[in-house]
Nanobody, 120 residues
Framework: QVQLVESGGGLVQAGGSLRLSCAASGSIFRLSTMGWYRQAPGKQRELVAV???????DYADSVKGRFTISRDNAKNTVYLQMNSLRPEDTAVYYC??????????????WGQGTQVTVSS
């Protein structure tokens, strides 16, 4: 099992910044792709950013140029630096980790989420 714990959420004014952290523990060997997702009230959960174990990244169009995902494998932690925040970024942010078992079967793990609220 893998446990993911997010931190760093909070209330910030529009234009401000926050940095989210996601610490992984447990059976983290071969934990591969890590990502951040978010879910606003009444909306589906959506991808924000992902990073591979090799460091390749991808972002939702809505956050490109404002958010940066990174990972510190020595600390088993992934980060999401969020700049120029907008009210529409308000959501619960979730960390997701994926590891691949025998035959390449993916196993997905989720954190409990952290609330980000951006006031106008």
């Amino acid at each position: 099992q893998v446990q993911l714990v997010e931190s760093g959420g909070g209330l910030v004014q529009a234009g401000g910044s926050l940095r989210l952290s996601c610490a992984a523990s447990g059976s983290i060997f071969r934990l591969s792709t890590m990502g951040w997702y978010r879910q606003a009230p009444g909306k589906q959960r959506e991808l924000v950013a992902v990073i591979s174990d090799g460091g390749s990244t991808d972002y939702a169009d809505s956050v490109k140029g404002r958010f940066t995902i990174s990972r510190d494998n020595a600390k088993n932690t992934v980060y999401l630096q969020m700049n120029s925040l907008r009210p529409e970024d308000t959501a619960v942010y979730y960390c997701k980790g994926t590891k691949y078992g025998p035959a390449g079967i993916p196993y997905h793990y989720w954190g409990q989420g952290t609330q980000v609220t951006v006031s106008s």
